[in-house]
């Protein structure tokens, strides 16, 4: 019985302490939660089985909380981003300080009497308070990662008495900020009580629900690059210039995270010291901050370097546009060694063993005839393969093939070592048409005088056309303008198809000679499905000779593949008329040069349209063309600069043409051309 009292009496010291400490200690209860935790409505737990409001905060309504008319963000007042976790400390105590004081004086946001460091955050300018903490935010999230960590994870706390636990949700709210140098989901921390105005209510704290997000692997090498360029700011603004201190320490920053940066586009392949080099630079630009807040000036100096960098693109784009076109017109050694090699097997051999088979057929005007004008022994050689390939009879097919001077002997020889089955073959040389002289051909004339060579190959930059394109020097070349002279290049034939080098045959093309052109010239498939295929993207309409001749909306058509009426060519005289326009455009006013403005001209109200399924183009420099339109097409055609031979030919294009080409043949390897 002695020992039962003080028994019985330390039971209920055990049993009761804890109760009271609880009571007593809940009210300054701190959260050790992260710099971007909030309390979120946290106003209700679960003792005994009974529901009883916290001395935290107000009781609440269980129904959903309607959206306030006013939103107060406390701002971080931690002068350094780097010291993260006394910033977290503060703004607990920040925040509980707000809300008590609120509950006292049931303040609203229209009150703001105080002196108050809070009244005065208030008072700031709300845009440049968001956008000042959510970016202080962002560097704080930013350099709070350790080099080997990818996201915070969820933080709980319990507080348990007889087995019932009260959780503390720790979450993320995350703002997605529209610039260069964030594009990351980082958090924001920012408090915010309201009230309705003109009632007494007591401000509530809202809070929202944060979720884990997954920060981009290239966060670290973002925020390196914004560093440099707001550390460019301040080396260009009054206050910072006159401090030698600070702009010492900034170039010195600078230099050192330029190097850490490198040539880096994701945060792995950043070096070790990366993440000391980024600590230090926003330490710098901390300081930085303090000397010149100016956003005025900050805004207009970002302007600047904004208008700067988009002048140096625009510089860029053009060098881009110039050395694509450069690429595009040189030889590769691979092409430039194959002729060569040819060549000289071509001269070891007999005369009788450097004719073609069956030139009987060569006039036929019953067999189906190919025009092929070019200097590319391999390109012609695909358009030869390909063809016959998918030919039904390829003893009805006939191919003539001219090329200049330099490559006549190698392609023959390549046609000879390697001849096209049942196929004929012929290949001449354009020194071979005599009549083709400057007393005949205007053009010939013109591409031969001192002023279109100087236009061609002058130095003058500053004078030179603002479209490369037509200043290539293919156009020079008399090779280009053949197909203007197809009757008197072949004088025996009724129907000709005209192919272009750069493109591959899918499907048998047969049906083509028995199109009936209606008393057109020219069968081709129009190009007028996008604006700039019109007349007016071609031709000079400023010009009265071709606005009173012609429609600005007229539909193009594409030069590659037509099928020409050589006797109704002649009948109308179409060489004549291409003659005589040419003539006219002697200083080169009415178009630009190249061959498909004076085609528009010259078939202009002679052009028979085919359907789209018999050309397919754009292979040489759209990347979208359709895969159907390809497949179900009986030519396609790698107009534009990347060709399917040259490196920078479209990948997803190139195999279409590759497998046409025989990389095992012995001349290929020894040139060292690979697919």
Request: proline share 4%; aromatic share 8%; hydrophobic share 35%.
């Amino acid at each position: 019985m002695k020992l039962r009292k003080p028994v019985v009496f330390l039971l209920l010291v055990t049993v009761l302490a804890p109760i009271v400490l609880y009571t007593d200690r809940l009210g300054s209860f701190k959260t050790s939660s992260s710099r971007n935790e909030f309390i979120e409505d946290v106003s209700t737990f679960t003792l005994a089985g009974d529901i009883r409001p916290l001395n935290l905060l107000p009781q609440e309504s269980s129904t959903t909380l309607k959206e306030p008319l006013g939103i107060v963000y406390l701002e971080n007042s931690t002068k350094s981003v780097l010291e993260s976790d006394d910033s977290a400390g503060e703004n607990s105590r920040r925040t509980r300080q707000l809300t008590e004081e609120s509950m006292k004086k049931e303040t609203t946001i229209s009150s703001t009497s105080n002196g108050s460091e809070d009244n005065h955050t208030v008072e700031e300018n709300p845009i440049r308070q968001v956008t000042d903490g959510v970016n202080e935010a962002n560097q704080a999230n930013i350099l709070s990662q350790k080099p080997a960590s990818t996201g915070e994870k969820e933080r709980e706390e319990r507080l348990g008495d007889k087995g019932k636990e009260v959780k503390l949700n720790v979450s993320e709210h995350t703002s997605d900020i529209a610039t260069e140098n964030t594009e990351t989901k980082h958090e924001q921390q920012s408090i915010r009580t309201s009230a309705k105005v003109g009632m007494r209510e007591p401000i509530k704290t809202k809070t929202v629900k944060q979720n884990d997000q997954t920060v981009l692997a290239d966060a670290r090498v973002r925020h390196l690059k914004d560093q440099l360029i707001r550390g460019k700011v301040y080396l260009s603004l009054a206050a910072t210039r006159n401090n030698p201190h600070f702009i010492r320490e900034l170039r010195l920053r600078m230099k050192e995270v330029q190097r850490a940066l490198g040539d880096a586009t994701k945060d792995s392949e950043l070096p070790r010291n990366a993440y000391d080099k980024l600590k230090a630079m926003e330490q710098t630009l901390a300081k930085g901050k303090q000397i010149q807040d100016d956003c005025a000036a900050m805004v207009k100096k970002l302007r600047a370097i904004l208008h700067s960098t988009e002048e140096q693109l625009r510089v860029h784009k053009k060098q881009t546009v110039f050395l694509t076109h450069l690429t595009a017109k040189t030889l590769p050694k691979g092409l430039h060694c194959l002729p060569l090699r040819l060549s000289t097997e071509y001269f070891h051999l007999n005369s009788s063993k450097q004719l073609f088979p069956n030139q009987e057929k060569l006039e036929d005007p019953k067999l189906y005839h190919y025009a092929l004008f070019s200097d590319n022994i391999l390109a012609a050689a695909v358009v030869v393969n390909s063809t016959v390939s998918n030919a039904k009879d390829p003893s009805y097919h006939v191919f003539h093939i001219v090329t200049d001077r330099l490559n006549y002997a190698a392609m023959r020889m390549w046609f000879l070592a390697n001849p096209p089955g049942k196929a004929t073959i012929q290949v001449q040389s354009v020194e071979e048409f005599t009549w083709l002289n400057l007393s005949y051909s205007p053009v010939l004339k013109q591409l031969s005088s001192l002023s279109m060579i100087d236009f061609y190959f002058r130095t003058r930059r500053a004078d030179s056309d603002s479209n490369l394109k037509f200043r290539n020097p293919k156009y020079l070349s008399i090779m280009n303008h053949l197909r203007f002279y197809l009757p008197e290049i072949f004088p025996k034939l009724k129907k000709v198809l005209f192919l272009d080098d750069d493109l591959v045959v899918q499907k048998d093309l047969t049906g083509l000679w028995s199109l009936d052109l209606k008393g057109k010239v020219n069968g081709a498939v129009e190009t007028c499905g996008e604006s700039f295929h019109r007349f007016d993207r071609y031709l000079n309409f400023s010009n009265p000779l071709i606005s009173k001749n012609f429609d600005p909306h007229a539909c193009g058509w594409a030069f590659g593949m037509n099928i020409f009426d050589l006797e109704e060519w002649k009948r109308q005289n179409i060489t004549e008329v291409y003659h005589s326009w040419q003539k006219l455009n002697h200083d080169r006013q009415l178009w630009k040069l190249g061959t498909l403005p004076p085609g528009l001209i010259t078939f202009w109200n002679r052009t028979y349209p085919l359907d789209r399924s018999w050309h397919v183009l754009g292979l040489g420099y759209n990347p979208n063309v359709s895969q159907k339109d390809i497949e179900r097409a009986a030519v396609i055609h790698y107009n534009g600069n990347l060709k399917p031979w040259l490196e920078i030919g479209i990948p997803k294009y190139r195999s279409y043409w590759a497998k046409f080409v025989e990389y095992d043949h012995v001349y290929l390897r020894e040139c060292n051309i690979n697919p």
